[in-house]
């Protein structure tokens, strides 16, 4: 049985954090073992929100991508793709965009939650996000879609349109399954969502003494006064952190016999924290420093990458132009040819 096709991405709105390690990375790590990945990096959708950031955008997407390869995104077995520079991808989202409703995409949540949230006239190219995320998708005919649960919106809208096409013109578009993660979502330090912009997470690239400090000032147990005052386990971010971080099982359940019965202080709780995080991570920031040193080898991967990833979108581009009736490029190459035997360039 061959491999079933995965396509995935994040924008790349700059370094990643322990939540897009936990929730996604070492995710789509593992699934490489057992699926044909593609790894999108999705800088047009990035223009969604923040288009008048020009300056920022390539540095974003290199630090990006050495800390995908730092988590164990390799580059031998998976393709790793820059949107921008596969005109397919805006193509495919232009003919999808004459199977979409205006009404369809104005009733997807995210779209919804970030008009309100950003509290201006929404762009055009806001409103058909999801369309191009479906062409992102349906250009490598992807089967499967792991993504966090804020997107299944997007997965259900490209399921539709592969539909809607394959019934207008015949058995083309495979329907993709998203793939939830299971892992835990991790909180950020004041037990917000994880948000680079909200100042809350730690990165990959953040330094141990960054690390320690962040940890430090991490949000507990409102509730608890002194470190002799009984306290709460269960939401409190230190302890959900010592539950992933942790590996000796044994020691965090000691902490949380005592932490409950008021037999130990946030700090000693948080002091090891920090010291089973900055273990976890000390390999791949090793990692990560060697790659990001080295800008133009990560150029290289991605430019490789998306080479490979180019020839088959052209192939599913074409098929897709020939079946809603347009001509294709070969066409217009048939034509040079013809134009020339006559003569003509001469
Ligand atoms: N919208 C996704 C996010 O914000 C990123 C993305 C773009 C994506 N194109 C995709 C994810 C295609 C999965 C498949 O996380």
């Keep these: ?37 593609f790894f999108l990096v999705a800088d047009l959708h990035v223009l969604t929100t923040s288009h008048a950031q020009p300056e920022i955008i390539q540095d974003n997407i290199l630090n990006m991508l050495a800390d995908w390869l730092a988590a164990s995104i390799d580059p031998s077995r998976s393709t790793i793709v820059l949107q921008s520079i596969i005109p397919e991808h805006a193509q495919l989202a232009l ?5 979409t409703s205006v009404s369809r995409l104005e ?23 999801p369309v191009l995320q479906a062409a992102d998708i349906l250009l490598y005919k992807a089967q499967v879609v792991p993504v966090g649960e804020d997107q299944l919106p997007h997965i259900e809208l490209s399921r ?68 002799t005052d ?9 302890f959900v952190y010592h539950d992933i971080f942790n590996p000796d099982k044994e020691e965090v359940k000691e902490f949380k016999t005592r932490y409950l019965k008021g037999k130990i202080g946030d700090v000693e709780v948080k002091r090891r924290l920090a010291e089973v ?14 790659y990001i040193s080295q800008p133009k080898m990560l150029l290289e991967v991605l430019f490789s990458g998306t080479v490979k990833a180019k020839f088959i979108a052209q192939q599913t ?30």
């Design 1 to 37: 049985m061959p491999k079933k096709r995965i396509l995935t991405g994040h924008r790349p709105t700059g370094p990643r954090h322990i939540g897009h390690l936990v929730g996604t990375l070492e995710n789509w790590t593992r699934l490489q073992n057992t699926h044909e990945c």
């Design 95 to 99: 003919l999808f965009s004459m199977l």
């Design 107 to 129: 009733r997807v949540p995210t779209y919804k939650e970030q008009i309100k949230e950003l509290n201006l006239q929404p762009s055009l190219g806001l409103l058909t996000y």
């Design 160 to 227: 539709e349109i592969a539909r809607r096409f394959n019934q207008a013109y015949g058995e083309f578009f495979p329907e993709p399954d998203a793939l939830l993660s299971h892992a835990a979502r991790l909180p950020g330090v004041d037990n917000r969502t994880m948000h680079t912009s909200y100042g809350n997470s730690i990165l990959l690239k953040d330094t141990p003494e960054e690390t320690k400090r962040k940890v430090m000032s991490m949000y507990t147990d409102p509730m608890r006064v002194h470190a």
């Design 230 to 238: 009984p306290g709460h386990v269960d939401g409190n971010p230190v």
């Design 277 to 290: 995080l900055n273990a976890y991570l000390a390999p791949l920031r090793e990692r990560r420093a060697e």
């Design 317 to 346: 581009l074409e098929e897709a132009y020939q079946k809603m009736g347009l001509m294709h490029s070969q066409s217009l190459s048939e034509k040079v040819l013809l134009n020339s035997i006559p003569g003509i360039f001469c």
